[in-house]
């Protein structure tokens, strides 16, 4: 008879300790990710051209295309920096970044990822084939950055290629720490701008006349 008072008493208390436990968020050790933005300075630029420019996506090589921070160790080992990652996947953060960067320039009439109205319109196709941090052998020593962008400038109105242009970038000496590496790709990357505007507009001698 005490067994049988007991058992319900006994089951009772296991069925409202695994609601509790069902209730109850799950909570991971893992420590959370950070995330890491890219703001590269620009400088405005004038007389404004007369330019729409279209810049349809970037393009990024697939080993790099994730919203993680890629690291390549020795002997070609690729990985990613942990528990660190960009606000989105790194083709469509870049294209956010350059269309921003390029617009607040004010060196054209327009920057978009669509065509506007009329008038002259430029195409930019950009494709990056390294953006990744490199770490010493062993982890002993300091870091480095890499990036590597070509930028195709095309005439839409008759398809034409205007000009094609490699930057590549490498910056040494950086110390083991996520947040000056991130520094470091953000300071490449504002190199690479300032070049790639300057290059840009080789190609419109004529336009700042229009303005005059």
């Known amino acids: 008879m005490k067994m049988q008072r007991i058992l319900p008493f006994s089951l009772s208390i296991i069925l409202l300790s695994l609601s509790v436990a069902c209730s109850s968020p799950l909570k991971s050790d893992l420590p959370a990710d950070q995330v890491y933005r890219l703001a590269p300075q620009v400088s405005t630029v004038s ?111 008759d398809q034409r290629v205007l000009g094609q242009q490699r930057y590549d970038i490498r910056k040494d000496n950086i110390p083991v720490s996520t ?13 690479m701008l300032v070049s790639l505007m300057a290059d840009l507009r080789k190609h419109f001698p004529l336009s700042a006349d229009n303005h005059r």
Do not use: C
């Not at 697939?62 to 790194?90: C, G, M, Y």
């Not at 004010?106 to 494709?127: I, N, P, T």
């Not at 947040?179 to 190199?191: D, F, H, P, R, T």
């Open 47 to 157: 007389p404004r051209l007369d330019v729409n420019l279209y810049l349809p996506g970037v393009e990024v090589s697939p080993a790099l295309d994730t919203t993680r921070i890629t690291l390549v160790k020795e002997q070609l080992q690729q990985d990613f920096i942990a528990n660190s990652r960009w606000p989105d996947e790194l083709s469509g953060y870049l294209h956010a970044v350059m269309l921003d960067a390029l617009s607040r320039s004010g060196a054209f009439q327009s920057v978009s990822s669509q065509m506007l109205g009329a008038g002259k319109h430029y195409k930019l196709l950009l494709r990056v084939s390294a953006f990744q941090a490199e770490y010493p052998p062993q982890g002993k020593g300091s870091a480095a950055v890499v990036l590597g962008m070509e930028a195709i400038l095309v005439r839409v109105q």
């Open 179 to 191: 947040s000056k590496i991130v520094g470091v790709m953000n300071q490449a990357l504002e190199e």
